[in-house]
C-alpha cells in the first residue's frame, strides 16, 4: 500500500521493536474492526515513513519507532466501561510511558507518541514535524481501516488488498 524506498534502513529502526515479545503480543489486540494492534501500527509507521523519505531534516528513525509504538497500550479497550469511554484520551499516555519503560525511548519519540491522537487530545499539541506527521498517517490509516477495509482481515503487505 505504502511505497518505501528504502525498506533498509526502516527494518534497521524497526527490527528490534517488531521482534519484541511484547510487541508481538499486539497481533491478540484489536484495534479498528478486525485488524489488530500489529498490524494497524506496521502500517502507520510505513505510511508515516513513506510520508516522511524524501523530507531529509526529519528524523526518520524517531518517525519509524515513535510510529510502531503509539498505541503500545498492550489491553483489550472494546469492553464497555471506563476504559472503553477514556481509552481514546489515556492511551497514547500509557503507550508513551511503555514504551519508554519497554524501549528506553528518547524524549522526541516519546511526545510523538504522547501527541499522536491531537486533535481528540486538543490539549496535547503535537510539538515537531515528526509528532504531525505520525499524527496525520494515524489518522489517514484508521480512516481507510473503518471505512474502506471495514469487517476484512488484512494482509500486511496490501492492507485492502482483499477489498478490491
Known amino acids: 500500500m505504502f511505497t518505501i524506498k528504502n525498506g533498509e534502513l526502516f527494518n534497521e529502526y524497526a527490527h528490534d521493536i517488531l521482534s519484541h515479545e511484547l510487541f508481538l503480543r499486539s497481533k491478540q489486540i484489536f484495534s479498528h474492526g478486525l485488524i489488530s494492534v500489529y498490524e494497524h501500527s506496521v502500517d502507520v509507521a510505513c505510511c508515516a515513513f513513506s510520508i516522511a523519505e524524501n523530507r531529509p531534516s526529519l528524523d526518520m528513525r524517531c518517525i519509524v519507532r515513535a ?5 503500545f497500550f498492550l489491553y483489550e479497550w472494546h469492553i464497555p466501561g471506563w476504559r472503553y469511554i477514556m481509552h481514546g484520551w489515556k492511551h497514547p499516555f ?71
Open 94 to 164: 500509557i503507550a508513551a510511558e511503555k514504551a519508554r519503560e519497554v524501549f528506553n525511548i528518547n524524549d522526541k519519540e516519546y511526545s510523538c507518541i504522547h501527541t499522536h491522537m491531537w486533535p481528540w487530545t486538543f490539549w496535547r499539541l503535537p510539538r515537531s514535524h515528526e509528532a504531525w506527521v505520525i499524527s496525520l498517517a494515524d489518522k489517514f490509516v484508521a480512516l481507510k481501516e473503518t471505512v474502506l477495509c471495514r469487517g476484512k482481515r488484512r494482509s500486511l503487505i496490501d492492507p485492502c488488498e482483499s477489498a478490491q
Open 67 to 71: 510510529a510502531l509504538l503509539h498505541d
